[in-house]
């Protein structure tokens, strides 16, 4: 399965993932899921957002146990970041299967669209749809660098964007949902009373993307004397540095990863230095201190250099404090041989935290020795994969069967 998905998406040069919504690789990476889910005779449903189910037992039942992830990637992520979840759930099936599990619950295998966003800019957007946590007119507005918008892209790629929106009826029959997701960190890797090979999640912190939008003027890079110009590039540089500073002292992170210039001339001076701040931080207040005072210095700048500056808030998601119930069935059913089971804290978004308000979600990290993630350079050991499995065959056979 890992090596056949592996082959999908994948840029020779950089041997990273790109695997960007409703794009061919994400058409690859959706035909990959169907012949797994079909092989192992499990029913397949396409939701109004472009979610992808297979199940096993009549959803209509009731009370169903999920799990799963997402299989698009960042730009040049790495191969673990969302489809070793999708993976090791078919493989976590198998494995109950072999066990001669009997399923007293729905069990279904989902892969959610478009979690990561690299394309139209916000996060988890089929999770967020079908939690009813983003609206129709506010998908329809979403356009990607090539100023194709959301339902174009949706169309293109022989899916009905009037469809989309809320599934309450949908949510509403999952009992559970447990997603399993390389660790974006090293706490598991780490010597000390975290280091295991599985890990459980605590919370997610709130997190948001805002786009710095610096207008100044063009114009000619040899001929223009410094005191005549009103260059974009040098505010949005010294809000770089803000960032940074103002992460460090609350104690949060703030990344500007991402950066449109026009028009992008070695020898023109810009007309506009488009910023992504990505700034994530323990708690709400944090984060708010960071943002506001990046802003502000931005503000500054921009004026002292005379250039206009708009801040637009692209994507936002609140701390998600995964709920004890769930999560201590599965300590439960995890820590049977008397080992503790590590609870950890993540910067990182999931789907399962979009829907941690809609039904009961509970997330499983696996350990990754580097702790990179988002680079191509991201790495799990096969057998810390293989403890993965085995251990959401053990959670899914707690929930799901006798
Ligand atoms: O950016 C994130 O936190 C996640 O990888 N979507
Ligand atoms: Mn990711
Ligand atoms: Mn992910």
């Given at each position: 399965m890992w090596k056949e998905l592996a082959?999908?998406?994948?840029?020779?040069?950089?041997?990273?993932?790109?695997?960007?919504?409703?794009?061919p690789a994400d058409a690859e990476c959706r035909d990959w899921f169907t012949a797994q889910a079909t092989a192992r005779g499990l029913a397949c449903e396409l939701d109004r957002n472009g979610n992808q189910w297979a199940w096993l037992g009549?959803?209509?039942?009731?009370d169903a146990v999920v799990t799963g992830s997402h299989l698009d990637s960042v730009p040049?992520?790495?191969?673990?970041?969302?489809p070793l979840g999708v993976v090791s759930s078919f493989a976590a099936l198998d494995e109950l299967r072999r066990r001669g599990a009997r399923f007293t619950r729905p069990v279904a295998i989902v892969n959610f669209g478009?979690?990561?966003?690299?394309?139209?800019?916000?996060?988890c957007v089929g999770s967020r749809l079908s939690a009813g946590r983003l609206t129709r007119e506010q998908a329809f507005a979403l356009t990607d660098g090539?100023?194709?918008?959301l339902p174009r892209a949706m169309e293109s790629a022989g899916?009905?964007?009037?469809?989309?929106?809320?599934d309450p009826e949908r949510l509403a029959r999952i009992g559970a949902f447990v997603e399993l997701h390389i660790e974006q960190g090293r706490a598991l890797a780490l010597?000390?009373?975290?280091?295991?090979?599985v890990g459980l999640a605590s919370a997610i912190w709130p997190h948001g993307r805002w786009r710095f939008d610096f207008r100044g003027e063009a114009n000619h890079a040899g001929t223009t004397r410094l005191a005549d110009r009103r260059d974009p590039m040098l505010p949005y540089a010294e809000t770089v540095l803000a960032a940074r500073r103002e992460a460090e002292l609350a104690g949060a992170v703030a990344t500007f990863g991402k950066i449109a210039v026009?028009?992008?001339?070695?020898?023109a001076i810009p007309s506009l230095v488009r910023g992504w701040l990505d700034s994530r931080a323990a708690d709400q207040r944090d984060l708010d201190t960071v943002v506001d005072a990046v802003r502000r210095s931005a503000e500054e700048y921009a004026a002292r250099h005379g250039v206009e500056l708009d801040v637009v808030r692209e994507s936002f998601t609140p701390v998600v404090e995964f709920g004890d119930a769930l999560r201590d069935e599965l300590t439960r059913i995890l820590g049977t041989d008397g080992g503790r089971v590590p609870v950890l804290g993540t910067g990182a978004g999931h789907d399962a935290g979009i829907l941690s308000e809609s039904l009961p979600t509970a997330m499983l990290f696996v350990r990754n020795p580097?702790?990179?993630?988002?680079?191509?350079a991201e790495f799990a050991e096969e057998d810390d994969c293989v403890a993965g499995v085995m251990a959401l065959a053990d959670v899914l056979k707690g929930l799901a069967c006798t």
């Open positions: 082959a999908i998406g994948r840029n020779a040069d950089s041997g990273g993932y790109r695997r960007y919504a409703w794009t009549d959803p209509a039942a009731g040049d992520g790495g191969a673990f970041d969302g478009d979690e990561e966003g690299a394309r139209f800019g916000l996060a090539e100023g194709i918008t899916y009905d964007p009037d469809a989309i929106g809320a010597p000390g009373e975290n280091a295991a090979q026009e028009p992008n001339g070695v020898n580097t702790g990179v993630s988002h680079s191509p």
